[in-house]
């Protein structure tokens, strides 16, 4: 799986630009504020339909334009295939083609162009609170499986609806009345979540205590432990039995959600944690515990997208690699020896035997010295 070539329009502070990319390592470089997470981020869009910054499409679309356009070539499952966005300012819905004809959703485009993230703040995801570690999960098994992406779309509008309800009823006791029409169906597609997430994890920690073991020199135990909310009594049952659960603790939470006007019961607030040989690592690990553990579960997400996909994931490694020390850059370095990959670095001789060099100025490809673009 490979993406050959990338076109920008008003993307960022991109106002144009075309590149083609090496099969193998394409090493992006250039100063702070240029533009190379913006790259990266057009990639991980192509390919998910999802930004790892912006919260609204909009946010993408260069000042001053009122859309923009993200279009790939992609060589993927044994074929060449092209990919194409066009977001727009406002309210406008985007627009996705797949090799020329729209396309309704991204679950259309599952498999195209799956891609593993990795930055700076992934490092210390083990540390942070859990709604940075959900969206780590959410982001992986949505591009695994499109039902997935689907069911937490709907998942979220209803809690939405949900606690407007909650809120509005100190003023309007009426409302309530619609109130178990909501929790039902809240219930059951929290429990088709927690199915998903409970098999992702296990698998996620199975494949991370691999990496980590080879990391550590076997000296250090992996362990990767998924929390659901308290009311379900074994996350791998039945969909039928998550969500009978769901709603048994729905009513023994019944009067507090009312009394706070908050939605208590639920895997909106799902986490996991790691631990290494018993210890937990968010309480008591050190840093380079930390930094190691976050590489293993990266790694492993990317070895999970290519068992499923039958194909490497491009991997983006946004500035990650000057965050490590050396003998950590050096594990990192040797799990990409396939595949495609794109790094950004802000010194441009620390790592150039890597791969393809692509210098980035201030939004524009930067013409090598005695050359004009």
């Not at 001053?64 to 092209?82: A, V």
């Not at 080879?214 to 909310?229: A, C, I, R, V, W």
């Not at 659960?245 to 944690?273: I, M, N, S, W």
């Amino acid at each position: 799986m490979n993406l050959n070539e990338l076109t920008l329009g008003s993307f960022r502070n991109y106002e144009a630009l075309n590149l083609s990319f090496d099969p193998g390592v394409n090493l992006i470089v250039g100063d702070n504020a240029q533009g190379k997470t913006n790259l990266l981020e057009s990639i991980f869009y192509l390919g998910s339909g999802k930004s790892f910054r912006a919260q609204k499409n909009s946010e993408l679309v260069r000042f001053g334009s009122d859309f923009c356009d993200i279009e790939g070539k992609i060589f993927s499952q044994e074929r060449e295939q092209t990919l194409r966005w066009i977001l727009f300012k406002g309210s406008r819905p985007r627009q996705l083609y797949r090799n020329g004809a729209k396309k309704k959703t991204a679950g259309e485009i599952s498999g195209v162009l799956p891609t593993v993230l990795f930055c700076p703040e992934d490092l210390m995801v083990l540390k942070t609170g859990a709604s940075q570690r959900r969206r780590m999960g959410d982001y992986v098994l949505c591009q695994l499986r499109p039902n997935y992406d689907a069911a937490l779309t709907e998942y979220h509008r209803i809690l939405d609806q949900k606690s407007r309800i909650l809120k509005e009823h100190f003023e309007n006791p009426r409302i309530l009345e619609i109130l178990p029409e909501f929790n039902q169906r809240l219930c059951q597609v929290g429990a088709l979540l927690i199915s998903y997430r409970a098999r992702f994890y296990e698998s996620l920690g199975q494949s991370a205590a691999k990496f980590h073991s080879q990391f550590s020199g076997g000296s250090e135990e992996f362990t990767l432990e998924y929390h659901t909310d308290s009311g379900i009594r074994d996350p791998f049952a039945p969909i039928s039995e998550l969500t009978q659960d769901l709603l048994e603790h729905l009513q023994q939470r019944y009067r507090a959600e009312l009394e706070t006007g908050q939605c208590l019961v639920g895997p909106q607030k799902d986490d996991f944690e790691v631990s290494l040989s018993g210890v937990n690592l968010k309480s008591y690990g050190s840093q380079g515990q930390t930094r190691t553990a976050a590489i293993s579960l990266k790694l492993a997400q990317r070895e999970l997208m290519g068992r499923e996909f039958g194909e490497e994931p491009v991997l983006l490694l946004d500035d990650v690699l000057s965050e490590l020390d050396p003998g950590r850059q050096d594990f990192v370095l040797n799990q990409i020896v396939s595949g495609q990959v794109f790094i950004t670095c802000c010194e441009p001789g620390r790592f150039t035997k890597l791969g393809k060099t692509i210098e980035i100025r201030s939004g524009h490809l930067a013409a090598p010295e005695g050359n004009d673009l």
